[in-house]
């Protein structure tokens, strides 16, 4: 069965500095890989994806995201982080299943960019 | 293009009552997913629609159901409430028939107090 794990409830960060958030995976085939950011009392935004191609996978507000087939990751990261950055980031799996297709949220990951 | 809109934004209701909430999806899309996100569970999937039909259903009560109109406005349904329903509800679109590789806009939600 597939499932995502996002090890850190929490990560912290001063503001400039490079942030990583954590996302490990595990699907039966090839995996089809989302990152969504929520901000409070709101609906989650779509960042980035990685389908296939390059492990490295450009998205939206300067976030970046590399895809490890051999230890089965994709840690989003950016390079300098922003105040602004501070959310509530989700990892998410999608795959195909009986009738269609379902996607599968990580428990998420609070993001504290510290001025 | 207007995005994902969810009616109402906030409910109160009492236990053993119904709820239906509403979503327009952004135009065009013709997928439509519904989850709930709780402190303690994060988000879980309910059910998803594609062109009038439920394609696939998450692991909930039958007290909860859902249905999708022919101009791909869909309603879900919580029937006999109880005080662990309190959650955001959210409402997601996708394009290109919601294929696997497709992400997801999600509204903004509504959110459901159960008293």
């Known amino acids: 069965a597939q499932s995502v794990a996002q090890p850190e409830d929490q990560v912290n960060v001063a503001e400039g500095n490079p942030l990583t958030v954590k996302c490990t995976y595990s699907?039966?085939?090839?995996?089809?890989l989302f990152w969504y950011v929520q901000y409070p009392n709101r609906g989650l935004q779509f960042l980035l994806k990685y389908i296939t191609g390059d492990n490295l996978v450009k998205g939206s507000y300067g976030f970046e995201a590399e895809f490890n087939k051999s230890q089965t990751s994709f840690h989003l990261k950016k390079p300098s982080a922003l105040v602004s950055d501070s959310a509530l980031y989700f990892c998410?799996?999608?795959?195909?299943?009986?009738?269609?297709?379902?996607?599968?949220f990580g428990a998420g990951t609070r993001l504290f960019v510290k001025a | 293009k207007a995005g994902v809109t969810q009616t109402p934004r906030y409910l109160i209701k009492t236990r053993g009552q119904q709820v239906t909430l509403s979503c327009s999806p952004i135009?065009?899309?013709?997928?439509v997913s519904w989850y709930q996100q709780t402190p303690g569970q994060g988000l879980q999937f309910l059910f998803e629609y594609f062109s009038e039909t439920q394609r696939n259903k998450g692991n909930f009560p039958g007290r909860f159901s859902g249905r999708q109109f022919s101009n791909s406005r869909s309603e879900m349904n919580v029937s006999t409430l109880e005080l662990g329903d309190s959650a955001l509800y959210l409402c997601?679109?996708?394009?290109?028939?919601?294929?696997?590789?497709?992400?997801?806009?999600f509204g903004q939600g509504t959110r459901l107090t159960v008293v």
């Open positions: 135009s065009g899309h013709r997928s």
């Open positions: 997601a679109s996708s394009g290109a028939g919601g294929s696997v590789n497709t992400e997801a806009f």
């Open positions: 998410a799996v999608r795959d195909r299943v009986t009738g269609g297709f379902k996607t599968i």
């Open positions: 699907v039966s085939g090839n995996p089809y």
